[in-house]
């Protein structure tokens, strides 16, 4: 089992910066890629960002230039650094965890957190 806990998430203006963190315990030779995702007030999750353990990564169109993904292995902790925030960017946060053998914009991991809310004013 792996266990995935996000912090810093909240309240922010627009064009504001928050960086939300996702720790990552158990099992963790079982994943080998982490993502953020986020859903919004009636709308699909979506993903926003992923890494592997290869440091590839990949993005929604949306946050390209905007967010950036990273990790620190020593801490086994994957960050999202989000810039130039949007009202459009609020949503609940997720991080989730898998074994991927390339990264697409899907959500099929394995792990899920339980969210850190982030709400974007105008």
């Known amino acids: 089992q792996v266990q995935l806990v996000e912090s810093g998430g909240g309240l922010v203006q627009a064009g504001g910066s928050l960086r939300l963190s996702c720790a990552v315990s158990?099992?963790?030779?079982?994943?080998?890629?982490i993502a953020w995702s986020r859903q919004a007030p009636g709308k699909q999750r979506e993903l926003v960002a992923a890494?592997?353990?290869?440091?590839?990564?990949i993005y929604a169109d949306s946050v390209k230039g905007r967010f950036t993904i990273s990790r620190d292995n020593a801490k086994n902790t994957v960050y999202l650094q989000m810039n130039s925030l949007k009202p459009e960017d609020t949503a609940v946060y997720y991080c989730a965890a898998g074994d991927r053998s390339n990264l697409v914009r899907d959500l099929r991991y394995d792990y899920w957190g339980q969210g850190t809310q982030v709400t974007v004013s105008s």
């Open positions: 890494v592997r353990s290869d440091s590839t990564t």
């Open positions: 158990g099992s963790t030779s079982s994943i080998n890629a």
